[in-house]
């Protein structure tokens, strides 16, 4: 098996959790041995979240999915943003969010659940009130953590371990854009991002009116 960072291991991911016998767990309630927390912080694109949140639906896995209310990269007050906010509703999934610090936006669209986006050790573990902090105990412990960070994974593609059913529970964070675009290296994914995004600002003008002939 390759650890490709592609749809098709994503979905691997997935299936190896199953034969490993673990269950797909929310943040609602503190880990429990056999929980796999599927965590996947929305950066730049909520297309390739609701690709990502397609297959997982079709898999049978539920996830939670950190929002950003301030990102350069996305509205999620936008028509678009409201539809894949329902969207992520509609297949199952758990919507919390990818705050800034210092702000905390909480409202009715998200669970009570928070993650820092790049988090400076200061405040990443610090409780938060009214929420669940995704990286404060019990959810995280070093153990129990993998992530996808720039397409490397610390400790190795948790595939084998997952299967084998290594891990007494584990908060697995992953980042839908690096699963959804093509490329080698990191570069290369976001360049093949920009180039989907630009098609798509292409019909986000035409609809905007503005007059492309
Ligand atoms: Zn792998
Ligand atoms: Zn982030």
């Known amino acids: 098996m390759s650890c490709a960072f ?13 034969a490993g ?9 503190e880990p429990q041995p056999g929980d796999v927390f ?14 990502l949140a397609e297959l997982e639906a079709d898999a049978e896995a539920q996830a939670t999915y950190f929002l950003m209310t301030r990102s350069v990269f996305y509205n999620l007050a936008s028509e678009e943003g409201e539809r894949a906010l ?11 969010h990818h705050a800034v610090h210092p702000h905390v936006d909480l409202d009715a669209r998200f669970d009570p659940v928070v993650a820092w986006h790049n988090p400076d050790p200061e405040f990443m573990s610090a409780s938060i ?9 019990p959810w995280f412990s070093r153990d129990h953590y993998r992530s996808d960070s720039n397409r490397h994974w610390r400790s ?10 290594k891990l007494e529970w584990v908060q697995l964070l992953t980042h ?3 699963w959804v675009h093509p490329g080698e290296t990191m570069r290369e994914t976001m360049l093949a991002m920009l180039d989907a995004e630009r098609a798509r600002d292409l019909e986000r003008l035409a609809a905007d009116r503005i007059d492309l002939t």
């Open 6 to 18: 592609d749809l098709a291991h994503y979905r691997e991911l997935l299936d190896a959790a199953k």
């Open 21 to 29: 016998g673990y269950r797909f767990a929310t943040f609602d309630r």
């Open 38 to 51: 599927l965590r996947h912080d929305v950066d730049l694109s909520l297309e390739a979240a609701l690709r």
């Open 86 to 96: 329902a969207r992520l509703r509609a297949l199952g999934h758990r919507v919390g």
């Open 129 to 137: 009130e009214g929420a669940v902090n995704v990286m404060s105990e």
């Open 156 to 165: 190795g593609c948790p595939h084998a371990a997952l299967a084998q059913g």
């Open 176 to 178: 839908p854009e690096i």
